[in-house]
């Protein structure tokens, strides 16, 4: 009884020759700072602590619904730390399971999402600067206002911005570099 077995068989394949044209390409290894680095992953958490002392600060203050530019600073800061907290845990898990987030779909997708936050963020913080501003040195009216917290509340927006503008920046920095 002779019966066809098929046998597995291994056949060696030539690589194709090195030439300019098909070369690989180098990437460069994760900067600190990136998504999925733990330096990542600082700047997130930091973002979302200033951004979350922003939000509290100025949520303490029983009149911050008088300006429409406090009431911006608290709807920006509650984005950007929205934003930031979903971006940490990306992060953590990145880290732990050892994952590159070097995809391009997901780079573009943090660069806009950074670059929006941190303008609306920067945006309502000059603005509530300059409603701080004019309360306090313009119409002398911090006795009955709460200037020292609008200033606070302002100061913690713009660090938020700080911290916002390095992950953005190395966000598009590997967008265009890819």
């Not at 291994?10 to 044209?21: C, K, N």
């Not at 994760?30 to 330096?39: A, E, L, R, S, V």
């Not at 002392?53 to 203050?61: C, D, I, K, Q």
């Not at 979903?86 to 898990?93: E, G, K, N, R």
Request: hydrophobic content about 50%.
């Amino acid at each position: 009884m002779n019966v066809n077995v098929s046998r597995p068989s291994v056949h060696p394949v030539e690589a194709a020759p090195q030439t300019a044209h098909n070369v690989p390409r180098v990437r460069m290894k994760d900067i600190q700072g990136m998504p999925g680095t733990p330096g990542g992953l600082a700047l997130r958490l930091f973002q979302f602590l200033f951004a979350l002392a922003s939000l509290s600060v100025m949520a303490s203050t029983s009149d911050f619904a008088s300006a429409s530019a406090f009431c911006y600073l608290v709807v920006a800061v509650s984005l950007q730390s929205l934003w930031s907290f979903s971006l940490a845990i990306v992060d953590i898990y990145a880290i732990l399971v050892r994952r590159s987030l070097r995809n391009s779909g997901v780079v573009s997708f943090f660069t806009i999402g950074d670059g929006i936050t941190s303008t609306l963020t920067f945006a309502a913080a000059c603005a509530s600067a300059g409603i701080t501003v004019l309360i306090g040195n313009d119409l002398n009216k911090c006795g009955v206002n709460h200037c020292t917290r609008f200033e606070t509340a302002t100061a913690m927006a713009f660090m938020s911005w700080f911290s916002v503008s390095p992950s953005f920046l190395l966000n598009f920095w590997s967008l265009a570099s890819q």
